[in-house]
């Protein structure tokens, strides 16, 4: 257990949906890292948030948004939903915002019908 | 976009052999790290090595790094039916003020008894 936890484990939506993914870091992290893993991308990193503030953007797209609390959790949310957008999700925390391992949630699993 | 190729795709040995993994990357980085999924369930953190390092053990793991080659390999020694997952390294690049963490395309490993 990385003490990353996500929530829900299993989301199941329309095209054209949106969605709330959530994650709590790691107590004492303060950044948080979003991912994608699907079968034809692979792992690609979205975002992050360092104590509430966006540091590194990825391959994230325009209907897709994140932001961090002040108790530091963090929500992904997934609009106008495509068929494409169906991935584990996975969050990752890190106590710094730079060069440190990373410790990863058990992830969001999220099918668009 | 995927940073880097892992080499091979998928490895199937008996317990107590060892595996080797290859990574190789594109482009400069700050540190290396190589992460663990077992099957659609969230990433383990292995072990992480720096640029200006060569090499580092963790436990059965060995991991090298060669920046001239931009390649690093991962070698699990004596393996068990436990070590049994997918294996993942990724390159972390500064990026302003944040850390993106970049993954390869994964090596599945099979350990059979």
């Known amino acids: 257990d990385s003490g990353v936890t996500q929530t829900p484990k299993h989301l199941i939506t329309a095209t054209g949906q949106r969605v709330t993914l959530r994650c709590s870091p790691r107590?004492?992290?303060?950044?948080v890292y979003w991912y994608q893993q699907s079968l034809d991308q692979g792992l690609q990193f979205l975002i992050q948030?360092?104590?509430?503030?966006?540091?590194a953007k990825g391959n994230i797209l325009e209907r897709f948004s994140a932001q961090q609390f002040p108790d530091l959790h963090s929500e992904l949310n997934l609009s106008s939903l495509e068929l494409g957008d169906s991935a584990l999700y996975f969050c990752?925390?890190?106590?710094?915002?730079?060069?440190?391992?990373?410790?990863f949630g058990p992830g969001t699993r999220l099918t668009v019908l | 976009s995927q940073q880097g190729e892992e080499d091979p795709q998928a490895l199937s040995i008996q317990e107590g052999e060892n595996a080797t993994m290859n990574c190789s990357y594109k482009?400069?980085?700050?540190?290396l790290q190589w992460y663990r999924q077992n099957s659609g369930r969230g990433l383990v953190h292995l072990i992480l090595?720096?640029?200006?390092?060569r090499e580092k053990h963790s436990g059965r793991l060995r991991v090298t790094l060669d920046t001239s080659k931009k390649s690093s390999s991962l070698l699990i020694t004596a393996s068990r039916a436990a070590d049994t997952a997918s294996y993942f390294c990724?390159?972390?690049?500064?990026?302003?003020?944040?850390?993106?963490?970049?993954f390869g395309t994964g090596t599945q490993l099979k350990v059979e008894l």
């Open positions: 948030y360092y104590n509430g503030e966006e540091r």
């Open positions: 090595i720096r640029s200006n390092e």
């Open positions: 482009t400069s980085i700050n540190n």
């Open positions: 990724a390159t972390d690049k500064l990026t302003g003020g944040g850390n993106k963490l970049t």
């Open positions: 990752a925390s890190s106590f710094g915002p730079t060069y440190n391992e990373q410790f």
């Open positions: 107590s004492g992290d303060l950044s």
